[in-house]
């Protein structure tokens, strides 16, 4: 069954089930001792399941949208569209709760987790049942959708059409759930289990420090452990090579850095110096090893799961 611990803070490695060491050591590799946890409401970019995805967030959304839906002026204007009398009071104001709460629930479900309890703690929550990319249920949430549209007006919910959508949704999340139990079956408890957009279908990551790599492998519910066995150097770096220390230890103070480590289930480094600067590339083993091989979609896939940096002991940049 899946694992329901908390992810690991930003300035330890990720895993599927909540457990420290996954992405190298103490510190993941070329990570500095002391990695702040980033600040998700300063970032210079949109977080996705970022300080929106949270506990006292939902509170808030939840009140300031009711508080706006059971306004007169707007009660007015929706007419036909809702059919209740809404109210503001502490029923309803729970009853909006729980509807987030239940977003937040399926979003924890899925592969990477929430950081639910932000701002006290950065540190993200996941099941690892559900691949982003689930594509039986998007064709069934996208089906739902069309038939929604087709009744508006009256924006009807058909009973056989909700009863057909639970019904994928609870064979999906048997079958997840059994595969990722067969999965967790053929390793110890150093390997961390991911879910892949095959739906029968695992990637498992070894964090192999003594050898300064990260294994891939992939896990079939039907046919067990497949021969598409990857390896990546966790540091692709030439050692005691000058200057690079100081230009990583400019690259790791940069927000967009702080975030892809916390977003990252590993991470590893390629570096290589050019012209008095070094380019520094953090990468996902697994996103590369789940994505990777998708033809037109590689190179999506690479500017999801890494990150380009030009750096010297002055400052560094996103490339």
Same mark, same amino acid.
């Given at each position: 069954?899946?694992?329901?611990?908390?992810?690991?803070?930003?300035?330890?490695?990720?895993?599927?089930?909540?457990?420290?060491?996954?992405?190298?050591?103490?510190?993941?590799?070329?990570?500095?001792?002391?990695?702040?946890?980033?600040?998700?409401?300063?970032?210079?970019?949109?977080?996705?399941?970022?300080?929106?995805?949270?506990?006292?967030?939902?509170?808030?959304?939840?009140?300031?949208?009711?508080?706006?839906?059971?306004?007169?002026?707007?009660?007015?204007?929706?007419?036909?569209?809702?059919?209740?009398?809404?109210?503001?009071?502490?029923?309803?104001?729970?009853?909006?709760?729980?509807?987030?709460?239940?977003?937040?629930?399926?979003?924890?479900?899925?592969?990477?987790?929430?950081?639910?309890?932000?701002?006290?703690?950065?540190?993200?929550?996941?099941?690892?049942?559900?691949?982003?990319? =689930?594509? /039986?249920?998007?064709? @069934?949430?996208? $089906?739902?959708?069309? +038939? %929604? #549209?087709?009744?508006?007006?009256?924006?009807?919910?058909?009973?056989?059409?909700?009863?057909?959508?639970?019904?994928?949704?609870?064979?999906?999340?048997?079958?997840?759930?059994?595969?990722?139990?067969?999965?967790?079956?053929?390793?110890?408890?150093?390997?961390?289990?991911?879910?892949?957009?095959?739906?029968?279908?695992?990637?498992?990551?070894?964090?192999?420090?003594?050898?300064?790599?990260?294994?891939?492998?992939?896990?079939?519910?039907?046919?067990?452990?497949?021969?598409?066995?990857?390896?990546?150097?966790?540091?692709?770096?030439?050692?005691?090579?000058?200057?690079? =220390?100081? /230009?990583?230890?400019? @690259?790791?103070? $940069?927000?967009?850095? +702080? %975030? #892809?480590?916390?977003?990252?289930?590993?991470?590893?480094?390629?570096?290589?110096?050019?012209?008095?600067?070094?380019?520094?590339?953090?990468?996902?083993?697994?996103?590369?090893?789940?994505?990777?091989?998708?033809?037109?979609?590689?190179?999506?896939?690479?500017?999801?799961?890494?990150?380009?940096?030009?750096?010297?002991?002055?400052?560094?940049?996103?490339?």
């Amino acid at each position: 069954m899946a694992s329901l611990s908390p992810g690991p803070l930003p300035e330890a490695p990720k895993g599927a089930s909540g457990h420290p060491g996954t992405g190298g050591s103490s510190t993941r590799p070329g990570c500095p001792d002391s990695l702040d946890q980033p600040d998700l409401s300063h970032l210079p970019s949109p977080v996705h399941r970022g300080f929106t995805h949270t506990f006292l967030f939902g509170f808030f959304l939840a009140a300031i949208l009711l508080f706006l839906v059971s306004r007169d002026p707007v009660k007015a204007r929706s007419r036909g569209l809702v059919t209740e009398e809404l109210q503001f009071s502490p029923l309803t104001l729970a009853y909006a709760y729980a509807g987030l709460i239940s977003h937040l629930f399926l979003d924890f479900l899925t592969s990477g987790g929430v950081p639910l309890f932000y701002p006290l703690t950065a540190a993200r929550y996941s099941a690892e049942i559900f691949s982003p990319i =689930e594509v /039986a249920i998007m064709i @069934a949430a996208l $089906l739902f959708m069309a +038939k %929604l #549209f087709h009744d508006r007006p009256e924006m009807k919910i058909d009973k056989k059409v909700s009863a057909a959508f639970l019904i994928i949704l609870l064979l999906v999340s048997g079958i997840r759930l059994e595969g990722k139990e067969a999965a967790n079956g053929f390793h110890d408890e150093s390997f961390e289990v991911y879910p892949d957009s095959n739906l029968f279908q695992w990637t498992i990551l070894k964090n192999d420090s003594d050898n300064n790599r990260f294994l891939i492998s992939k896990f079939n519910l039907f046919a067990g452990l497949l021969p598409d066995n990857r390896s990546y150097p966790q540091q692709n770096i030439i050692p005691h090579k000058k200057g690079f =220390e100081s /230009a990583l230890d400019s @690259a790791e103070s $940069l927000p967009q850095v +702080k %975030l #892809f480590r916390w977003k990252s289930r590993a991470v590893a480094i390629n570096a290589s110096e050019s012209e008095g600067h070094w380019i520094i590339e953090y990468y996902d083993p697994v996103i590369m090893a789940q994505y990777g091989s998708w033809g037109p979609l590689s190179a999506a896939a690479r500017g999801l799961g890494s990150i380009r940096i030009r750096a010297d002991e002055n400052g560094a940049e996103v490339i």
